[in-house]
């Protein structure tokens, strides 16, 4: 898989990714202002110290991930898909570290997350990379799952 930044021409496959991820979980949310950020990658992500990758096998779109700036040395990491034919191959693994080194490479000393209690396989992908819980929500029908990970160099 070749990993590159986001470019407008992907809008269109991310937002297939997206949608297909979250419905292959039960994992859609209901709210106005819920998945608007995907309507304007470059200003939430790309232009505000953030980063949105995506991941390619034969030019086509098949993983993306992003984190976005909350606080100088905070991130949020958001948005990470690997389509489902091409789950469990590692491509989970492949994106989420060109993210986290993307983060450190800016500054960002800590990374929070969420994922639903539905989402088993990223659960276990964030486990597995040393992300702490750090709380639980309801939401809806829905409990969301906190994480959080200090990614600062040991001194």
Do not use: C
Request: glycine share 6%.
């Amino acid at each position: 898989m070749k990993i590159r930044p986001y470019q407008p021409k992907d809008q269109e496959a991310v937002q297939k990714l997206h949608w297909a991820g979250l419905d292959q979980f039960n994992a859609r949310m209901d709210g106005p202002d819920i998945d608007q950020d995907l309507e304007n990658i470059e200003q939430i992500y790309i232009n505000n110290n953030g980063d949105f990758i995506v991941g390619l096998i034969d030019d086509r779109v098949v993983s993306m991930a992003a984190f976005r700036k909350m606080t100088e040395t905070v991130a949020e990491i958001k948005r990470i898909r690997v389509d489902q034919p091409f789950q469990k191959k590692g491509l989970g693994q492949q994106i989420l570290s060109a993210l986290e080194k993307s983060a450190e490479e800016k500054g960002y000393r800590k990374l929070r997350l969420d994922t639903t209690s539905s989402q088993q396989p990223a659960q276990k992908l964030f486990e597995r990379n040393g992300y702490q819980v750090t709380g639980r929500k309801l939401w809806n029908d829905l409990e969301i799952i906190f994480y959080e990970k200090d990614i600062s160099p040991i001194m």
